[in-house]
Structure formats: structure tokens, C-alpha cells
């Protein structure tokens, strides 16, 4: 009887934990989401290098406190009414968007159920976080990466947003209200 | 040796096992645990940029202003204008969630024609045929909810062509009549019924005024705003007219009853004070106080236009009744307009965004846009002591086939303006005037009519234009006729009659308990159809609490459930909507 056969029962559990995990933990997570791409290849480092542009240009706190968010088309066409260079890109963005003054739907990588409230102005005025504390690096990519999509809950799972750990983290550090009804309303 | 059925249930036991040790039990857990939150059908806001809009609330006569938290196009949040003349940075219960009324089941959403889908072209043939057909006996009616508006303009000229046009308004639409009342320098209120902490006039002007005055409630049940109020007098239903009365003896001393003389009391001490509410006695009651004309009382103001209340409109007169139903607020009595139709041979049209309340009974439903859906215009606030006019912008987008009541009245008046032409005349007249002051919503800041270049853009950007006040002419007491509360009983109890029927409070969202933050336990859970009686008065008539229940009265008979709550006066059955009056309650 070879060693196979006399711990038959206990290799094969073993394998099937092991495949359990090299499941759970490789294929899994890449098979939860779905991957989306923007639809416009949109550059912050063009913006930012080439334009000048700063954060707030764009992503602003209007004068009642509230987040502008995204930019709509108003703000982009105030440069790209006319095409900014000859990429097959710029020329697909003036006919697709600009042209018929239709709104981009970019897919947003902060999409949480819509009980949980977070406040721009809180992070900026009391706290005075700089934007590369939450958002890393985004404002010199030199593209939007695709938007992780839950398939099941069909919220974000994109690694540019803060999971609810890292918010309760922060506040921890911070000694900042840091109670369920500070951020579920 | 193959594999086994054992080999495979170790296998997968094994899988299982280390499953636990991995995301993936958790996340699904945590993803199913939200899943239903996405499913199709489920609203969602849309996601856009976020914007602050600004519109005029006209569910009710109050005229607050409305700050909206838009994203995209879409409001998603309403809140008051700070510093609104009228509003004074309030919002009401109501106002807070009427960007909500839109999705509403029970809404027309298309023209009816004896319950039944038609073109708007066809009801419009249906109704002017209607109308041509009423001889000179038969007039045509319109029900205007709130008169004093531009669209009223547009009704009275449409029934000024008709052999017999009535231009007509529900009971209490303009309760004190050509007055505003100057809450502001009001030392004490004689509340005869009327709910003054409870969304009467503008909720934000009379909370703002709160501290300055002395509120007594005069009512037979224990209501939010007796609960709230410095005192309250309980008096037998219909008898406040009787006590209105023993008041003004008392402010003579000529009367030995205790509670009027202590009521009188308190109003001498806390100069000036009004009466308001109750009936003929209270105008009365107003005169003796001095209150009429003069600071802190009820004063005149410029915008007034008599209507003829559907009440004194002769009974079976009506050949074509026009009911606009879009304004909110009570209940129309349907047993009072029955009784002005000419039986069997009247039509009724329905101008009203709403399925139920007239709709119910008319023979043509026009689906009118709901509050928020299409440019309106809100007349003087409630109280008001000087004129104003303010429009109400859409911040929603309308579903298609409604119309405008005003509009609709407009092509039956073969008329080509439309109802925002007739908007932008009563605009360009109070330019062309220069009279009054205009406050703008977005920068809080007021200035005159003739410095601001172009009004109707100021208008549709939020706005409130408010007349000069009015310091001519001579007033009377006697002036003040017109009031709003409880008329008394038009007959005593009887023996098939034994009971009162009251008013209560409306039901949520027009009386909601989120105003007073008062509940009663009777309230929350009332259903549409309750008649609260007094425990003892439940049980004396064979009742028990929760039972169903036949209300009787000379008007008719209503199926209703009982609910015992000891607020109510023993004696007396309280019922949403209903006008004092005799009845009986017995077992369903």
C-alpha cells in the first residue's frame, strides 16, 4: 500500500483546502468585479502639466459648502470647444460630448450605497486633508484606470477609494467622531 | 481504485473548510447583503454635478421659499430660503418632501373621459360642448383653491364671456379677506380652532414671533397647538361662536363666566391682540379689541379680490363645474359641491394631478402637473400684511399629457396665449408699478423693483416681490367679516342625532406631527377613514376601540373605524374633513 492510498482521505482534504484557497484568495477577487472602462481616455497629468490646471480648478466647494464633484460638460468646454490637438481621442470626445453638449457618464470609483454620507467640506476646512491623502496619485495619472464594479452589489470595489476600515482608521488617529451615525444617516 | 463517491465528499469537505479561511464567505455575505438596494426599479439619485436651485413652495398658501439640492437635474433635497420674508428660513413637514409628490401612484397621468383614456383634444371637444349647452339657468363653475392669482385672472376672464360664468372658491380660501395679520407686533392671540402652531399661515413667521406673544386656544379637543399654547379653554363643540361672545361682554365686564373673564384678562394685559378663527362673534370680538386697522392687529392690504364662496353658490345651479384640485390642503367637501350641481345633468372636470379627492366623482380627469413640475406662480403668503407675487420655477421634468389648469381654461377660451405669457404680463405689471421691494433668494438681499433691470429673469431665479404697505383709507372693525374656523352647528343634537361631528387635525404630510413634535398615540396610528371618539362616548354607544363603524349625518352616511382616544371631547365624534354637524355612530 503506497503512502497515497494509506492517507488517501487526508491528502484529499488537504488538496481541497488548498484549492479552496488558492481560489478564494487569487480568483476570487478578480472575479467579483467588473472591469469598465471610462469613456473617455481622460489624462489628469495633461491637465495638470500642460494646462496648469490645479485640483481645485476642477474639483471645487461651491460657495454653500457643497462638492461640485465631477466637472460637468460646461467646464470642459469652456477649453474644448474647440479641439485641443489632432488625437483621434480629443477629436472623439468633441463629437461624442462636446459637439452635442451631452453629458461624459464617467463611472465613478466612489460609488457607495447611498446611506453612507461623506462631506468634501469636513476633510478639506476642519480637517485639512490634502487630496493625495485619499485619492494617492490619481491627480498625475496619465490615464483613469477601468471603474471596479461589484457584480453582485454593484457598488465600487476600485482601490482609489477608502474602504470603511480605513475611514474608522483615520478618525481612530484623528480622535474624530468616529460612531456609525457619523457617516450612516 | 478510481474516484470515489467517498474521495469527492472529502474533497469537497476540504474545499469548504479552507473556504472559510478566504474573502470569499464574507464579501458575498456582505454583497447579498446589499444586493436589493440595486435591483431595476429601485430609485436611484442620479450622480452629476451638484447645484443649489431655487423655487417658490405652492402646496399650500404659505409662499415659503424653497432652497433645492440638485444632482444633475434631479432635487434631492429641499430647505428653507434664510431670511425669507414670509418663510423666514422655514420649511414645513410637507415642503421638506414635496420634491417626493412626483413619484406618486395614485397621479393622472393621462386624460379620462368617464374613467377612461382620451386625447386631450377630445376632453377639450367633451368640455366645450359641455359648456355650450348650459342655458342661461345653468351657469358654469370654476373652483379656484386659491384666488388672487394669475390663473385666477385667466378663469374670470374666461366666465366673463359665458352667459353665466361663477368664478367661486372653496370654504375658508381667503380666511380673513383683504387682511393681513402683523404677527410681529401681536402681543396675544384668541385662537378660536385655529391650528397657529401647527402650520397656520407661515410656519417660519409664526415661530419666529413666538416668544412675543400669547397664544390661547379655544377648541374642544386637546390639539397640538392647545398643548402648546399658554392656555388652553375647552369649550362644547360649536359653542365657540357663544364664548367668542362672553369674551367681548367680559372686556366690558358685563359677564360672570370665569373663563372669558380670565380670557379677557390676559388680552387687556398683552396689547395689541387678535381673535382669530370662530365665525361672526369673532369679527366682533376683533372690533372691541381695536385690533382692526391698527399695529399688531389685522391690517389692509392692496391685492384683494372678492370671490364668491361655493357655499352661498344656489343648490342645483351648476351645469359645468371646473374643479382645480392642484393646490394641497384640505380636503373639498364633495357633499357640499354635489349639492350645487343640477342633478343628473351636470358635468364635472377634474383639473387636479391627483386620482383620488374629486377625480373620484368627475366625469373628466385633465392630469395637471405635479408641485415642482412646471412654472408656476405663488400669490400673496397667508397673513401677509402687504401684497406679493412670487414664481415658482419647475425642478422637475414633467411626464408628457399633462396640462396646466390654466392652461387648459385658456384653450377652452380658443385663447393662444399660454399660462407663462400670462406669468410674464402680471411680472411686467409689477415692473411697470416700480411699487414694492424684491427679495432675491440666492444672495438673501432685497432691493427695489425699479433697480432691478430685468424682473422676470430675477423672478424665475428665485424671488419674492413684496408690495409697499397700504396706509390709506379708513378702516372698521366691522371691515373684517370674512374669517376662518368653525361655523357653529347648523342643528342641535338630537335624539337620532346624539353626537357632534368634528374636525380633526388633517392627517400627515398638511398636519404632520413633525411640525409641533407633539404625538398623539391616537394620530400615528389613524387610518384614512377614523372617527376618534372619547372612550366613554365609544363605549356608550355599543362601541369598542378598532371596530368598524357607520357615521350618520342629515348629509349622509361614511363607514369609518373607531378609534378611543380620551383627547377627544365625550360627546363628539372626530373626523378629517368634516364640517360640524350632528350624527350618529352605530356598529357596521
Known amino acids: 500500500m503506497t503512502v497515497f492510498q494509506k492517507h488517501r482521505g487526508q491528502i484529499l482534504f488537504v488538496a481541497g483546502v488548498l484549492v479552496a484557497l488558492a481560489a478564494g484568495w487569487r480568483a476570487f477577487p478578480v472575479l467579483r468585479f467588473q472591469r469598465v472602462p471610462q469613456p473617455v481616455a481622460f489624462s489628469h497629468k495633461i491637465h495638470t502639466d500642460k494646462a496648469g490646471a490645479k485640483c481645485e480648478d476642477c474639483h471645487f466647494l461651491r460657495d454653500d459648502g457643497a462638492w461640485a464633484g465631477i466637472p460637468a460638460m460646461d467646464k470642459c468646454s469652456g477649453c474644448h470647444a474647440q479641439p485641443m490637438g489632432t488625437s483621434a481621442e480629443e477629436k472623439r470626445f468633441i463629437d461624442g460630448y462636446v459637439t452635442p453638449g451631452r453629458e461624459v457618464p464617467w463611472q465613478v470609483y466612489s460609488r457607495q450605497p447611498e446611506n453612507v454620507y461623506f462631506s468634501h467640506a469636513a476633510h478639506i476646512k476642519l480637517a485639512h486633508l490634502d487630496c493625495r491623502q485619499c485619492h494617492g496619485a490619481q491627480g498625475e495619472s496619465e490615464t483613469l484606470g477601468p471603474a471596479r464594479v461589484d457584480r453582485i452589489s454593484g457598488y465600487s470595489g476600485s482601490p482609489h477609494f477608502q474602504d470603511m476600515n480605513a475611514c474608522e482608521d483615520c478618525h481612530r488617529q484623528r480622535g474624530a467622531a468616529n460612531s456609525c451615525l457619523a457617516c450612516h444617516k | ?588
Not at chain 2, 296 to 308: A, E, H, N, Q, S
Open chain 2, 1 to 588: 481504485m478510481g474516484f470515489t463517491r467517498r474521495d469527492l465528499l472529502t474533497f469537497t469537505g476540504g474545499s469548504a473548510a479552507g473556504l472559510m479561511f478566504t474573502p470569499v464567505p464574507w464579501s458575498l455575505l456582505r454583497d447579498t447583503a446589499v444586493l436589493s438596494e440595486n435591483w431595476p426599479g429601485v430609485p436611484q439619485p442620479l450622480h452629476g454635478e451638484i447645484r443649489t436651485r431655487y423655487s417658490t413652495c405652492t402646496l399650500c398658501p404659505a409662499g415659503c421659499g424653497v432652497r433645492a439640492r440638485c444632482v444633475g437635474d434631479r432635487p434631492v433635497s429641499l430647505a428653507g430660503v434664510s431670511g425669507h420674508p414670509a418663510s423666514r428660513g422655514v420649511l414645513c413637514p410637507a415642503g421638506l418632501v414635496g420634491h417626493h409628490l412626483a413619484f406618486c401612484r395614485d397621479r393622472a397621468a393621462e386624460p379620462l373621459a368617464n374613467g377612461r383614456p382620451v386625447a386631450i383634444e377630445r376632453a377639450l371637444a367633451g368640455v366645450s360642448a359641455a359648456i355650450a349647452a348650459c342655458g342661461a339657468r345653468e351657469s358654469v363653475a370654476i373652483l379656484d383653491p386659491r384666488p388672487g392669482r394669475a390663473a385666477s385672472l385667466v378663469y374670470r376672464r374666461f366666465l366673463a364671456g359665458l352667459p353665466s360664468g361663477v368664478h367661486c372658491a372653496p370654504p375658508n380660501a381667503e380666511p380673513y379677506g383683504a387682511f393681513g395679520i402683523d404677527l410681529e407686533n401681536t402681543r396675544a392671540i384668541l385662537s378660536f380652532g385655529a391650528p397657529v402652531l401647527d402650520g397656520w399661515l407661515s410656519p417660519g413667521r409664526v415661530l419666529a414671533n413666538r416668544s412675543h406673544f400669547q397664544l390661547i386656544q379655544v377648541e374642544p379637543a386637546y390639539s397640538r397647538t392647545a398643548s402648546l399654547a399658554d392656555l388652553w379653554v375647552p369649550v362644547l363643540p360649536g359653542s365657540e361662536d357663544g364664548f367668542a361672545a362672553a369674551v367681548a361682554r367680559a372686556l366690558e365686564g358685563e359677564t360672570s363666566d370665569t373663563h372669558a373673564t380670565e380670557v379677557a384678562r390676559i388680552l387687556l394685559r398683552n396689547k395689541p391682540a387678535i381673535a382669530v378663527g370662530g365665525g361672526a362673534a369673532v369679527a366682533t370680538l376683533n372690533a372691541k379689541l381695536g385690533s382692526v386697522g391698527r399695529p399688531g392687529g389685522f391690517l389692509p392690504r392692496r391685492d384683494f379680490t372678492p370671490v364668491t364662496g361655493i357655499a352661498s353658490v344656489p343648490d342645483r345651479s351648476i351645469g359645468v363645474l371646473l374643479i382645480e384640485e392642484t393646490a394641497g390642503g384640505e380636503p373639498l367637501p364633495w357633499d357640499l359641491l354635489r349639492r350645487k350641481l343640477i342633478p343628473q345633468d351636470s358635468v364635472v372636470v377634474a383639473l387636479t394631478p391627483w386620482l383620488d379627492g374629486c377625480a373620484r366623482h368627475a366625469d373628466y380627469v385633465i392630469p395637471a402637473p405635479m408641485y415642482l413640475e412646471s412654472l408656476d406662480e405663488a400669490p400673496t403668503p397667508a397673513g401677509s400684511t402687504v401684497a406679493g407675487f412670487s414664481l415658482s420655477p419647475a425642478l422637475l421634468t414633467a411626464p408628457p399629457k399633462l396640462t396646466p389648469p390654466a392652461e387648459f381654461v385658456l384653450r377652452l377660451a380658443h385663447d393662444s396665449a399660454t399660462y407663462p405669457d400670462i406669468l410674464k404680463q402680471r411680472v411686467a405689471a409689477i415692473k411697470k408699478d416700480g411699487r414694492g421691494t424684491v427679495f432675491t433668494y440666492p444672495d438673501a438681499k432685497s432691493a427695489r423693483v425699479r433697480d432691478i433691470p430685468d424682473l422676470w429673469k430675477a423672478m424665475l431665479g428665485g424671488a419674492v416681490w413684496l408690495d409697499e404697505p397700504l396706509h390709506s383709507g379708513t378702516v372698521r372693525g366691522a371691515d373684517l367679516q370674512v374669517c376662518a374656523g368653525p361655523p357653529g352647528p347648523a342643528l342641535p343634537p338630537t335624539p337620532e342625532y346624539p353626537l357632534l361631528l368634528i374636525a380633526a387635525d388633517n392627517p400627515p404630510p398638511h398636519g404632520s406631527p413633525l411640525m409641533s413634535k407633539l404625538y398623539r398615540e391616537s394620530g400615528l396610528r389613524r387610518p384614512a377613514n377614523a372617527a376618534t371618539v372619547h372612550p366613554k362616548t365609544g363605549r356608550d354607544q355599543g362601541l369598542e376601540d378598532g371596530a368598524r363603524a357607520i357615521v350618520t349625518s342629515p348629509s349622509g352616511k361614511f363607514p369609518v373605524q373607531v378609534i378611543f382616544d380620551a383627547a377627544v371631547m365625550p360627546g363628539a365624534i372626530e373626523v378629517v374633513g368634516q364640517a360640524i354637524s350632528p350624527a350618529s355612530i352605530r356598529r357596521a
